[in-house]
């Protein structure tokens, strides 16, 4: 079983800079949308940014311009390189992947924007 390893997390100032990443135990080949999404306390799980098999990213409004996602299928991992990063966007970041069979979970690295 794939197991997802979220990190990169951790204290950023406003304005400032962070890449989370987000690396398989295994082949990341077959799943077809790999998703990063966020999830602050009293709040729902929200979607971030998307990245499908062919390539197309999505992303929320809220991060639109200031979140790249980006996969290195060599590397098994997924990165979400986040910039001008805003106290709103302090939360738990989770990385999603789906395949035709199955989806998988990651435990979340916590990102805190404050002066």
């Known amino acids: 079983q794939v197991q997802l390893v979220e990190s990169g997390g951790g204290l950023v100032q406003p304005g400032g800079s962070l890449r989370l990443s987000c690396e398989a135990s295994?082949?990341?080949?077959?799943?077809?949308?790999m998703t990063w999404y966020r999830q602050s306390p009293g709040k729902q799980r929200e979607l971030v940014a998307q990245?499908?098999?062919?390539?197309?990213?999505n992303y929320a409004d809220s991060v639109k311009g200031r979140f790249t996602i980006s996969r290195d299928n060599a590397k098994n991992t997924v990165y979400l390189q986040m910039n001008s990063l805003k106290p709103e966007d302090t939360a738990t970041y989770l990385c999603?992947?789906?395949?035709?069979?199955?989806?998988?979970w990651g435990q979340g690295t916590l990102v805190t924007v404050s002066s």
């Open positions: 999603n992947a789906a395949s035709m069979f199955d989806t998988l």
């Open positions: 295994g082949s990341i080949a077959r799943f077809r949308v």
């Open positions: 990245l499908n098999s062919g390539g197309v990213p």
